[in-house]
């Protein structure tokens, strides 16, 4: 081993060619395996290229063409085909100038000439130039052209895309028009859902249709048929509103005067048609007419255009719904005008109803006044003749009257006759309260005021319902100042408030409890009050103390009697003096505070 080591030291020389042959091996093969990945690099370069001009020449909405860097037409998809009048297989090999129109040929070869100049960078620019169609009109196109350069920077091929400025400008219309008509459909659209007046909103839609579609009358007519169904030969469309720049429309027009256009109509269809004679009775017009269809065919709407003139599927679209909008619009309404009928119909049938009430109740009330006078009328008489008789019965009694006392006989007789006066004076009393709520307001003048010292005329009233406190074991108090200026109000009703709620305290009042009738003046009000201590009205029913016939509820609801009616009386007649009265309870405490403006004697 050794020995071997020693001899190849010992002769360097005879390995060195191997080595570099060996060295320059891997050179060359590191630079195929660079070409090779430069290789496959532009391969798939131009698998995408391809791949995106197929992509382009089959779905491609522009005219797309490739040429060489002299302009020599060497591919071009479907759509350039199309622009350029030409079969797709005759573009081939032509020069892309030889479609340019004459007098712009020479504008085109200097651009192309430009692009292929060394010292220049351009890749891109934007052209426009009037093209010539073999078998077409001449248009002018923008053409962005691309240029493609080989490895050594020169132009190898062009590419051009071609539009139709006239079909960009037609887009560009059609788009601003069909936003124009989203926003008129948007107007008549909102009006619908914010109105339930028919009127307003048909002609809302007519005014905008009218504008937005250039129109030269614009009308919706509504539909008169003794048939529902339409089928009635003599049906008359009716106008209801139109927008017209130029003409109006016939008010009325009898359908069987145009059965060709009436008949489509009324089988929901609409269609265009232009009258060139008689029986039109518009001038010579393209005509549009859309059925409104709502329970079956309601109307239509009609719209006219200058005779040279057309209405696109887009303007079609439109009309026709607007037409859906307008029948919205009309059940709407129409349901509401019904609704509102029958509302007023029965609120009208509840006043007839209220006032025969009133009537009835208010007959009933004097009915019963004038005989009620003529009962308290005789028992006036029937006390003034007892009064007159009772001596002679005490000093000529008779056999039978021996066996009585006379002075006991006398006392019912009497007994009999104040229970009789009592209960004629509380029906007398009911039907006054009855003629007080027939009326729809108690009106005071100055005739009703009158002057009152407080003091003194709240004791006497209070005074009148001692015998009744005494008979309940219930003590009356008068808590008023006896300094109190001259009140000026309509005393009568004043009266009439204090004694009920006199009464409602003497009827609710425990024994042994106490009743306080109390007033003071403030700066610029009277404050009256009545108060009662034993009782205490539950606070679920404090709201309702003064509706008409409501009685607070209890174990025993007619023990205390009455119609329920006095405190509704109570706020009504305080209304009368201009006040207002509420109450307060708790703590075995139930206290009514009335007050009302002051008013005082000059």
């Not at 909102?190 to 809302?204: F, K, M």
């Not at 065919?297 to 255009?305: A, E, Q, T």
């Not at 007959?363 to 001596?391: V, W």
Request: with cysteine; net charge negative; aromatic share 6%.
């Amino acid at each position: 081993m050794t020995e071997a080591f020693a001899e190849s030291d010992g002769n360097p020389e005879e390995l060195r060619p191997e080595g570099l042959q060996l060295e320059k091996l891997q050179i060359v093969l590191a630079q195929l395996e660079q070409q090779n990945k430069l290789l496959l690099l532009s391969q798939r370069a131009m698998a995408t290229e391809h791949r995106q001009y197929r992509e382009l020449s089959q779905s491609g909405n522009e005219g797309y063409l490739i040429t060489n860097h002299l302009g020599i037409i060497q591919a071009a998809n479907q759509q350039a085909a199309q622009m350029l009048g030409c079969p797709l297989k005759h573009l081939i090999g032509k020069p892309l100038a030889v479609l340019v129109v004459l007098s712009e040929r020479r504008r085109f070869r200097q651009l192309l000439a430009e692009l292929n100049r060394t010292d220049l960078n351009t890749e891109s620019g934007q052209w426009q130039f009037q093209l010539q169609p073999y078998s077409q009109p001449a248009f002018v196109a923008e053409l962005s052209v691309t240029t493609v350069q080989n490895s050594a920077g020169q132009i190898s091929a062009l590419h051009f895309y071609l539009r139709n400025t006239a079909t960009a400008e037609q887009a560009s219309t059609e788009l601003q028009q069909a936003l124009d008509f989203e926003a008129a459909l948007k107007r008549i659209t909102d009006q619908v859902r914010d109105s339930l007046d028919e009127q307003q909103i048909l002609q809302t839609a007519v005014r905008e249709l009218g504008l937005v579609l250039n129109a030269s009358n614009c009308a919706i007519s509504l539909y008169d048929f003794y048939d529902p169904h339409g089928r009635d030969p003599h049906g008359r469309s009716r106008l209801s509103h139109q927008f017209s720049t130029t003409f109006p429309q016939n008010p009325e027009t009898p359908m069987a005067s145009w059965p060709e256009i009436y008949n489509q109509l009324l089988q929901g269809q609409e269609l265009q048609f232009c009258h060139l004679e008689p029986p039109s009775p518009q001038p010579q017009a393209a005509i549009l007419a859309c059925p409104i269809l709502g329970s079956g065919v309601i109307g239509d709407i009609w719209l006219y255009k200058l005779k040279d003139s057309s209405f696109s599927d887009l303007e079609v679209r439109l009309v026709r719904q607007v037409a859906n909008q307008c029948a919205i619009a009309i059940r709407q309404a129409r349901f509401y005008q019904a609704a509102q009928a029958q509302t007023q119909a029965q609120t009208q049938e509840l006043e007839q109803l209220d006032q025969l009430k009133n009537e009835f109740l208010s007959t009933i009330s004097h009915e019963l006044r004038t005989p009620l006078s003529n009962i308290k009328l005789a028992i006036n008489m029937l006390k003034i003749g007892f009064n007159q008789l009772k001596p002679l019965l005490q000093a000529s009694a008779t056999d039978s009257l021996a066996r009585t006392d006379p002075n006991l006989a006398i006392q019912k007789l009497n007994h009999y006759l104040q229970i009789l006066e009592n209960e004629c004076n509380r029906e007398v009393e009911l039907i006054e309260d009855l003629l007080t709520f027939q009326q729809p307001r108690i009106n005071t003048d100055s005739s009703s005021l009158e002057p009152i010292q407080l003091q003194p005329w709240l004791s006497e009233i209070l005074q009148s319902f001692q015998p009744q406190a005494q008979a309940q074991q219930q003590r009356l108090t008068l808590d008023v100042p006896a300094a109190l200026p001259t009140l000026v109000c309509d005393a009568s009703n004043l009266r009439r408030v204090i004694k009920e709620l006199l009464v409602n305290a003497c009827k609710y009042t425990p024994s042994d409890e106490e009743i306080t009738l109390s007033a003071c003046i403030n700066t610029d009000t009277v404050q009256l009050s009545v108060s009662n201590t034993g009782i205490e009205i539950p606070p679920q029913s404090l709201p309702h103390l003064f509706e008409r016939f409501y009685r607070v509820p209890n174990s025993d609801p007619w023990k205390y009697g009455g119609t329920g009616l006095g405190l509704a009386l109570v706020q009504r007649l305080t209304e009368q003096l201009g006040g207002k009265i509420w109450v307060e309870s708790s703590s075995d405490r139930t206290t009514f505070t009335l007050e009302w403006p002051c008013r005082f004697q000059d």
